[in-house]
């Protein structure tokens, strides 16, 4: 298919500059409906992205991160890739792109990739949530969730991650400025699952595994969510 592989490498280069309204539609029309994926959500420390790793790496799914993409972007602009420096991009970007900015470089790197089904990390607006099931053959979103912030912090701490906050306060304060700026209550309320990280590291990867055990056990999630090769 000449044209398709033509239509999607007009986005290959990866600039937000380019995000022009022509590409936008070409990429709706190339892609849609051609990928499975599942994502996660949750706020910070939450262990959405072990939980998503896990189920890359243990079921061959190839996987993006919402917030390597806000990495690269501040790297092709020669910015310290702060949280705080990574907000402003992001609020910048999304006034500049729209709010489905993420959802559509979510779906551009799947197709440059030939992917046919993905997992993804983070992801942050309803609008990018929107967005995916809109193209997507399938979308499966996972709630992971921890009922005290105070362990969500500690994680943070132990990864030690320039970019996470020091302190408790700060922790937060950040926390509170993530779920205002992303709207994050509303995308967790669109989740399809709930995964409680209150647990081990080990207790975690069983809520993964059970829940990919309950996606596969549904006909229609058999038919449309499909493990690698």
């Given at each position: 298919?000449?044209?398709?592989?033509?239509?999607?490498?007009?986005?290959?280069?990866?600039?937000?500059?380019?995000?022009?309204?022509?590409?936008?539609?070409?990429?709706?029309?190339?892609?849609?409906?051609?990928?499975?994926?599942?994502?996660?959500?949750?706020?910070?420390?939450?262990?959405?992205?072990?939980?998503?790793?896990?189920?890359?790496?243990?079921?061959?799914?190839?996987?993006?991160?919402?917030?390597?993409?806000?990495?690269?972007?501040?790297?092709?602009?020669?910015?310290?890739?702060?949280?705080?420096?990574?907000?402003?991009?992001?609020?910048?970007?999304?006034?500049?792109?729209?709010?489905?900015?993420?959802?559509?470089?979510?779906?551009?790197?799947?197709?440059?990739?030939?992917?046919?089904?993905?997992?993804?990390?983070?992801?942050?607006?309803?609008?990018?949530?929107?967005?995916?099931?809109?193209?997507?053959?399938?979308?499966?979103?996972?709630?992971?969730?921890?009922?005290?912030?105070?362990?969500?912090?500690?994680?943070?701490?132990?990864?030690?991650?320039?970019?996470?906050?020091?302190?408790?306060?700060?922790?937060?304060?950040?926390?509170?400025?993530?779920?205002?700026?992303?709207?994050l209550e509303k995308t967790f309320e669109m989740s399809d699952f709930v995964i409680e990280n209150d647990g081990t590291l080990k207790e975690l990867y069983q809520e993964a595994d059970a829940l990919i055990g309950e996606?596969?056990?549904?006909?229609?999630?058999?038919?449309?969510?499909?493990?690698?090769?």
């Amino acid at each position: 298919m000449p044209i398709f592989r033509f239509l999607v490498n007009v986005g290959k280069s990866f600039n937000p500059k380019r995000h022009t309204i022509f590409a936008i539609l070409v990429w709706e029309l190339v892609m849609k409906k051609r990928i499975d994926a599942i994502a996660t959500v949750g706020p910070i420390g939450s262990g959405k992205d072990t939980v998503i790793e896990y189920i890359s790496k243990k079921y061959r799914i190839p996987m993006i991160s919402i917030g390597d993409i806000a990495v690269d972007m501040a790297r092709c602009e020669g910015i310290d890739p702060t949280r705080d420096n990574l907000h402003m991009l992001t609020e910048r970007t999304i006034k500049r792109c729209g709010q489905q900015f993420f959802s559509k470089e979510v779906l551009r790197r799947a197709a440059n990739s030939g992917w046919k089904s993905l997992a993804v990390a983070g992801l942050r607006y309803p609008e990018d949530v929107a967005m995916l099931r809109r193209l997507c053959r399938r979308l499966v979103v996972v709630f992971v969730r921890t009922s005290k912030p105070e362990v969500r912090f500690e994680r943070l701490r132990r990864r030690k991650e320039p970019r996470d906050p020091r302190t408790f306060q700060e922790f937060v304060a950040q926390d509170g400025k993530e779920i205002r700026m992303f709207n994050l209550e509303k995308t967790f309320e669109m989740s399809d699952f709930v995964i409680e990280n209150d647990g081990t590291l080990k207790e975690l990867y069983q809520e993964a595994d059970a829940l990919i055990g309950e996606v596969f056990q549904n006909p229609g999630a058999t038919k449309n969510m499909r493990v690698r090769n």
